[in-house]
């Protein structure tokens, strides 16, 4: 018998995410990477076309799994979603505002929102799972969305470039 109320924490979970991606497209608003530290440095206006992309999407995989009747969708996307966010707060926020030696766009929300979110609901989804081999994949493929977010953001980026 499940402990959590899974469509309370999709909610909770998706309202973390769309306040951290708010904080993140205000960021990049003023936010310029250094010259030369990436092949292609997304604008601003990328950026936020691809973070408007990303939390839509992520609601409609919200939406859609809280319909469903079975519990298993609902634990499957909340740690897949629980796994991203702690590997985004790391990767690139935390990371890159200790890189560049100030703020770095959703820094804030990465450590207020998405560390202690993480923190106290990363062990009862472990303790949902049958085993820990179904726990660690989820997991896994949490980091691979991760991972995915990331090169969905990229490009995004160049499909929004204006040829001059």
Request: glycine share 6%; proline share 5%; net charge positive.
């Amino acid at each position: 018998m499940s402990t959590l109320h899974y469509n309370k924490q999709l909610f909770i979970a998706g309202l973390i995410f769309t306040l951290h991606n708010t904080e993140e497209a205000f960021g990049f608003r003023q936010f310029r990477y250094p010259e030369g530290i990436l092949n292609h440095t997304p604008s601003a206006k990328e950026m936020i076309t691809a973070i408007v992309l990303i939390t839509l999407f992520a609601w409609i995989a919200i939406i859609w799994t809280t319909v469903q009747t079975k519990a298993g969708p609902k634990k499957f996307l909340l740690t897949t979603l629980v796994t991203a966010f702690l590997f985004n707060a790391f990767i690139p926020h935390i990371l890159g505002a200790i890189y560049f030696g100030g703020y770095f766009p959703a820094v804030v929300t990465a450590v207020v929102l998405y560390l202690p979110y993480v923190y106290w609901i990363l062990p009862r989804l472990y303790n949902e799972f049958e085993t820990r081999k179904a726990f660690f994949r989820t997991v896994a493929q949490g980091i691979s969305l991760a991972l995915f977010l990331v090169f969905l953001t990229q490009a995004a980026g160049y499909l929004t470039q204006i040829p001059q």
